[in-house]
């Protein structure tokens, strides 16, 4: 049995209805195996900076510092919109991630056979898609030197990478290409950036260390067109901060909706931040449509990697993959042959029933 304390920082939006949805199938595996979950709710993100000024409290950290994982929902809203602003919900994000040393995103991208039709690509080109991103999260193009100017007329963000950063991040896509189909495809703009020729001389290097794997390049424009032409070629998708961020965001187009994919941050040890690829999606937030699958799924990804607990995150997995193979699915997955549409707490119920 395991006792696991756990901050629980919903956001902004529809956060705050995944996240309850995601501590409902917590609370469900702790008691079908033994374990204690112990939550501790904290701010960040638009409902921080109303309530004290700055998108991630000092509470907030201690509160992480003191926990076993971050579970986290969505951060942002157009209340918080102005780019003019000082602090941003975004800020939040960001400052954890570069806090806990977070600099390894995993993103597990999926196309189940029962949402082929959901996905507007031809079916035999999404046969055995099951890829993995591995985003670079604490460097790049997000964290180098920049100078913002509110009035000026230039302004300017530097895409930097040191050595080490590189090497850490390599290892942690070539170590999960080793459990998986042994494959990493590294993203970079080596014919263009210097700091992407960096970027690939060392990935290079690393891939020294595992000669079992098979290691491809590719520029980031061929990849973005790859992934739609042919998604199923890829395993490990090894990428910089905002390129990752980018191609994440169009390879969710292969789970048929963005509200599928969990992600992973971690850094050296097992402390993890566990977060939906998706936003806070202010257009449907309160009212209860939200697709809480890419939460559930990011609490089956802490329980893997910051608990080491495999059969737990697998029954929550196969759980998911049944309610939507019954055909059960929320409005971001329907269409005209959809019979009824859940909303969050039906779905929720749905996988709780199957767990
Ligand atoms: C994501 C988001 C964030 C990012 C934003 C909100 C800062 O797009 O997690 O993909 O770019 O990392
Ligand atoms: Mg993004």
Same mark, same amino acid.
Request: with cysteine.
């Given at each position: 049995?395991?006792?696991?304390?756990?901050?629980?920082?919903? !956001?902004?939006?529809?956060?705050?209805?995944?996240? +309850?949805?995601?501590?409902?199938?917590?609370?469900?595996?702790?008691?079908?195996?033994? =374990?204690?979950?112990?939550? $501790?709710?904290?701010?960040?993100?638009?409902? /921080?900076?109303?309530?004290?000024?700055?998108?991630?409290?000092?509470?907030?950290?201690?509160? +992480? *510092?003191?926990?076993? &994982?971050?579970?986290?929902?969505?951060?942002?809203?157009?209340?918080?919109?102005?780019?003019?602003?000082?602090?941003?919900?975004?800020?939040?994000?960001?400052?954890?991630?570069? $806090?806990?040393?977070?600099?390894?995103?995993?993103?597990?991208?999926?196309?189940?056979?029962?949402?082929? =039709?959901?996905?507007?690509?031809?079916?035999?080109?999404? &046969? !055995?898609?099951?890829?993995?991103?591995?985003?670079?999260?604490?460097?790049?193009?997000?964290?180098?030197?920049?100078?913002?100017?509110?009035? !000026?007329?230039?302004?300017?963000?530097?895409?930097?990478?040191?050595?080490?950063?590189?090497?850490?991040? +390599? =290892?942690?896509?070539?170590?999960?290409?080793?459990?998986?189909?042994?494959?990493?495809?590294?993203?970079?703009?080596?014919?263009?950036?210097?700091?992407?020729?960096?970027?690939?001389?060392?990935?290079?290097?690393? =891939?020294?260390?595992?000669?079992?794997?098979?290691?491809?390049?590719?520029?980031?424009?061929?990849?973005?067109? $790859?992934?739609?032409?042919?998604?199923?070629?890829?395993?490990?998708?090894? &990428?910089?901060?905002?390129?990752?961020?980018?191609?994440?965001?169009?390879?969710?187009?292969? /789970? !048929?909706?963005?509200?599928?994919?969990?992600?992973?941050?971690?850094?050296?040890?097992?402390?993890?931040?566990? *977060?939906?690829? $998706?936003?806070?999606?202010?257009?449907? &937030?309160?009212?209860?449509?939200?697709?809480?699958?890419?939460?559930?799924?990011?609490?089956?990804?802490?329980?893997?990697?910051?608990?080491?607990?495999?059969?737990?995150?697998?029954?929550?997995?196969?759980?998911? *993959?049944?309610?939507?193979?019954?055909?059960?699915?929320?409005?971001?997955? /329907?269409?005209?042959?959809?019979?009824?549409?859940?909303?969050?707490?039906?779905?929720?119920?749905?996988?709780?029933?199957?767990?």
């Amino acid at each position: 049995m395991v006792k696991a304390t756990l901050t629980v920082l919903p !956001g902004d939006g529809v956060g705050v209805e995944v996240m +309850a949805s995601a501590q409902r199938v917590l609370d469900a595996i702790g008691k079908r195996y033994g =374990h204690e979950f112990v939550y $501790h709710e904290g701010l960040i993100g638009g409902i /921080a900076i109303d309530k004290t000024g700055v998108a991630l409290p000092d509470e907030t950290i201690k509160l +992480a *510092e003191q926990s076993d &994982a971050v579970l986290l929902g969505a951060v942002g809203g157009p209340k918080w919109d102005n780019p003019t602003a000082k602090v941003r919900p975004e800020q939040g994000l960001l400052k954890i991630r570069k $806090h806990f040393n977070l600099f390894a995103n995993l993103r597990p991208v999926k196309t189940y056979p029962t949402l082929v =039709h959901r996905v507007p690509l031809r079916a035999d080109l999404l &046969a !055995g898609v099951d890829l993995l991103f591995v985003r670079e999260l604490t460097g790049g193009l997000y964290f180098g030197p920049r100078q913002e100017q509110e009035d !000026g007329d230039s302004a300017y963000d530097t895409m930097l990478y040191t050595v080490p950063e590189v090497e850490r991040v +390599a =290892h942690v896509a070539f170590r999960a290409a080793q459990g998986r189909r042994k494959k990493v495809t590294s993203v970079d703009k080596a014919n263009v950036l210097a700091a992407m020729r960096l970027w690939r001389k060392t990935v290079v290097k690393v =891939h020294e260390d595992y000669a079992d794997v098979t290691l491809e390049h590719g520029l980031v424009d061929s990849c973005a067109m $790859h992934l739609l032409t042919r998604p199923a070629s890829f395993d490990v998708i090894l &990428a910089e901060n905002m390129f990752g961020d980018i191609l994440s965001d169009e390879a969710s187009v292969l /789970a !048929g909706s963005l509200g599928m994919l969990p992600s992973a941050s971690l850094g050296d040890g097992r402390f993890g931040l566990y *977060e939906p690829v $998706h936003g806070s999606a202010p257009d449907i &937030a309160g009212m209860k449509k939200a697709n809480p699958t890419g939460m559930i799924l990011s609490v089956a990804m802490m329980l893997r990697y910051s608990l080491g607990l495999e059969t737990e995150a697998n029954t929550i997995e196969l759980a998911v *993959e049944s309610a939507l193979a019954d055909g059960i699915v929320t409005a971001d997955l /329907a269409d005209a042959q959809t019979k009824t549409v859940a909303n969050t707490d039906e779905f929720t119920e749905a996988v709780l029933a199957r767990l």
